[in-house]
């Protein structure tokens, strides 16, 4: 697999060095990962990083959609993601790759790295992943499995006439339900 085209290379030897704000942009036809979100086309993203402090900000922004799984009928369904995401990173002599830490004394999360050429794959992969919904639905009224099937159902209604008059369900249909 080619892993090139995943990678997502900033330099940050100038905003280290306090030399103003730099900025870089890109795309990106998949992910890495296997257990990574697939996405639909390519992935954009933006990030802006400047030294505040010690410490550089970096600010970026991710555009692109993936397919994920209905949460109820597990077809596969489109999901659009646009978002911005900010994070600490913090330059420590000798430090390998880029490793999230957490600091107790200021309750903060930096992402600590040793080269200045950084590879920002995993943040976009993980800030994306953050922007995907955890239950997607293909249409708000998807009616699910069928339990005997296991097969997506038609809809609602038509399944409510195959139950027939089992009482457990007459029950069931007896509790108002919004939007019925
Ligand atoms: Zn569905």
Known sequence: MDTAETVIALNLARAMKGEGEI??????????????????GPLTWRVRAARAGEEI?????????AVVEC????????????????????????AHGLTLEYDQDDDQERYVFGNPQV??????????ELAMPPAALCSPDCPGLDPETGR??????????????DP???????IDLPGE
Request: charge should be positive.
């Open 119 to 128: 590879d920002l794959t995993t943040i976009v992969t993980e800030f994306f």
């Open 71 to 94: 949460a109820r009928c597990l077809e596969p369904v489109r999901h659009e993601v646009n978002t911005r995401f900010q994070v600490l990173l913090l330059h420590r002599d000798g």
């Open 23 to 40: 900025e870089a942009e890109g795309a990106v036809a998949r992910f890495v990962s296997p257990r990574a979100p697939v996405l639909t």
């Open 152 to 165: 997506r159902r038609e809809s609602g209604r038509e399944d409510r006439r195959q139950r027939g008059d």
């Open 57 to 65: 900000w970096l600010d970026g922004w991710l555009k692109g959609a």
């Open 168 to 174: 457990r369900w007459k029950a069931l249909e007896d």
